[in-house]
């Protein structure tokens, strides 16, 4: 149980840089082309195309909800779990699967939490909050101003 908590981890962060609630396809091939798992001899590009293509593949266009560019999280779970199938064809699934995940995947994806967090933790400071505070008013004027950009005379 542990595992799937940590695909859902990393699925909730990557797709909140990509296209939340789902992962954009190009942006599924930089993450698992990042963490080594595309090899010349089990899983090259093509077969994570071909892998892309079944995982998001809906027999019966009902789900308005499911782009076919992008990902889910069930199809990030089924996408990861092919993956390690096909890199680890020896190894009992789940073991396939823990080693997927944690020699590819969590290693990375932890260095980028962190890394996320650290520019995070500079754009929260007192005198930040401050000069936000002090400026909301005008900052809400320039956001509607903004909106109305497409409407004629809309900065005059």
């Known amino acids: 149980m542990e595992k799937m908590q940590d695909i859902n981890n990393i699925f909730c962060f990557y797709a909140s840089m990509s296209d939340y609630p789902n992962i954009k396809r190009n942006d599924l091939f930089n993450l698992i082309q990042r963490v080594g798992l595309i090899d010349k001899k089990n899983v090259s590009s093509f077969t994570m195309n071909i892998m892309f293509s079944s995982v998001n593949f809906d027999a019966t266009k009902h789900f308005e909800e499911n782009p076919t560019k992008e990902i889910v999280r069930y199809e990030f779970t089924e996408m990861i779990t092919r993956?390690?199938?096909?890199?680890?064809?020896?190894?009992?699934?789940?073991?396939?699967?823990?080693?997927?995940?944690?020699?590819?995947?969590?290693?990375?994806?932890?260095?980028?939490?962190?890394?996320?967090?650290?520019?995070?933790?500079?754009?929260?400071?007192?005198?930040?909050?401050?000069l936000y505070s002090a400026n909301l008013d005008h900052i809400k004027r320039v956001i509607k101003k903004y909106s109305e950009l497409g409407k004629k005379d809309a900065w005059d």
């Open 83 to 130: 993956i390690a199938h096909k890199l680890y064809p020896t190894l009992h699934l789940p073991l396939a699967l823990r080693r997927v995940i944690d020699d590819h995947l969590l290693p990375v994806y932890c260095k980028d939490f962190k890394d996320f967090f650290e520019f995070r933790k500079h754009l929260y400071t007192l005198e930040v909050d401050n």
